[in-house]
């Protein structure tokens, strides 16, 4: 029997519910495994991508044990009484004390065997330093949640420059990218986006990391405090990320922005018509950063911020520009109205793709005598754009015309891009053929149980037709 306060619990169920979902098709997906000794008491949930197992310092067990739980039931009963309860769990059975009587439930749940089997990981996790995990809200707060963008659906741990580690998330509209660490990975691997990874419970905790190839596989553990997560990553090739960084020599105008400041609490205040792309101007003149609204109506000067260089008025997505404030960005390097801003401080930097400056509106059009200028897109990245038609600009529309390789690129690499797309729709459907499999031995197993009961009910039936009265 394993005996725990409900107060030590909560973070445990707090955690797990990210990683165990009560609606998932596979009933085995919707229970903890409990792993039980009189030294130590942890529970693991999964999703199949990833595991993850919380040890619980604070349980009491007398017998070792190991058994699955339904985790909805769990967080029911934890639900149900005050954080000083102490619970017990057992086997098909949850119970506790209150003083005036005791509180029973029984449950049911599947055979051990029908859980999903932790992967075996033999490389020792190393610590990383304690601004990782901030740095990794960063980083997939700018990656992508298209899905038709797979590979971008995750965050790039970039070793290729051993003097550089990298960690890097994109949409490709924005990037950002943080190197103020060293990474023990052998390779580059890319981790997908998942909620654990940004839950609050872990940020304030050491972590530590490791990977393993595996097969076809490359794993990845990170060691949390008292949790353990395996995730499994995601399998294809990031773009060339660097290839979008603006280059410094480029720069023609420079801003410096305070330590500390609002600005952010500013642009979110301006007026805004256009919901999808949320314009703003950032104004820079004589040496003076204003933000202004697209319509003309308001201008605010940035108190604090100094500029040098060119004067230069460029349109941005006021949810980047935002972004890049609360992650404490001082430096802003730009090159004209239509190229990327680059944001930088202390190894970290962002880049964001400029929206188009012309207003659609008849009355606000240049005369047809006055040059246009020309819109510089997002490079292809290696030749194509993984998933999308063209790169788009801060929800500016997207072009339908098709992307041509680089002349320089060849066939052969093209065509290993295209299987590594490929390879991931493969993935996705292995992942959908495992879960199909599971559910047909449940059908199998309920049809050799039904079965079973039909031949005792028909034994009972004989043996009452031979009964003489």
Not at 243 to 271: A, M, W, Y
Not at 321 to 342: E, N, Q, V, W
Not at 349 to 359: A, F, N, W
Request: aromatic fraction near 6%; charged fraction near 25%; glycine fraction near 6%.
């Amino acid at each position: 029997m394993i005996s725990i306060s409900i107060n030590s619990l909560k973070p445990a169920i707090a955690g797990l519910s990210k990683v165990v979902s009560n609606k998932s098709t596979l009933e085995c997906l919707r229970c903890v495994r409990v792993d039980a000794t009189p030294e130590q008491v942890s529970i693991m949930g999964t999703d199949l991508d990833m595991f993850a197992r919380i040890t619980l310092p604070e349980a009491k067990c007398d017998t070792a044990a190991s058994f699955l739980l339904p985790f909805d039931r769990l967080q029911s009963i934890a639900k149900r009484f005050n954080t000083r309860t102490i619970l017990n769990i057992e086997e098909g059975k949850i119970f506790c004390d209150l003083g005036t009587g005791r509180v029973s439930e029984n449950v049911e749940s599947l055979a051990l065997k029908e859980f999903p089997e932790e992967p075996a990981f033999e490389i020792k996790t190393v610590a990383l330093p304690e601004s990782f995990p901030r740095r990794l809200t960063e980083t997939m707060g700018c990656s992508s949640t298209d899905a038709t963008r797979y590979v971008l659906n995750g965050i790039l741990l970039d070793v290729s420059d051993p003097a550089c580690h990298n960690m890097v998330g994109t949409d490709g509209r924005h990037l950002f990218s943080a190197n103020s660490f060293t990474l023990p990975l052998s390779q580059s691997v890319i981790i997908p986006n998942h909620k654990l990874l940004l839950w609050r419970g872990l940020a304030d905790l050491p972590w530590a990391l490791a990977g393993q190839k595996k097969k076809s596989n490359t794993l990845v553990r990170i060691a949390a405090g008292d949790w353990t997560l395996t995730l499994k990553t995601i399998e294809g090739n990031y773009p060339n990320w660097k290839q979008v960084v603006p280059d410094n020599r480029q720069h023609s105008t420079t801003v410096t922005l305070p330590d500390e400041h609002e600005f952010g609490k500013i642009v979110n205040g301006l007026p805004m018509t256009d919901l999808n792309n949320c314009p703003v101007d950032l104004v820079i003149e004589k040496g003076s950063v204003a933000v202004k609204d697209t319509t003309g109506g308001s201008s605010i000067l940035l108190e604090g911020a100094k500029a040098k260089g060119a004067d230069i008025k460029i349109r941005l997505n006021r949810n980047y520009l935002t972004k890049a404030f609360d992650y404490g960005l001082t430096r802003i390097s730009l090159i004209d109205p239509m190229s990327a801003l680059l944001f930088t401080r202390e190894g970290r930097q962002m880049v964001i793709m400029p929206l188009r400056i012309g207003d659609p509106s008849p009355t606000n059009q240049p005369a047809p005598s006055e040059p246009q200028p020309e819109r510089k897109p997002m490079p292809a990245i290696n030749g194509h754009t993984h998933g999308a038609t063209t790169p788009y600009l801060n929800g500016a529309p997207r072009s339908t015309t098709p992307v041509i390789p680089a002349a320089d690129k060849p066939a052969i690499e093209v065509a290993i891009d295209k299987l590594d797309g490929f390879k991931v729709v493969f993935r996705e459907a292995l992942t959908s053929i495992t879960e199909l499999t599971t559910l047909l031995r449940q059908a199998v197993r309920d049809q050799k149980a039904g079965e079973k009961e039909i031949h005792q009910v028909r034994q009972t039936i004989r043996s009452l037709q031979g009964m003489k009265i």
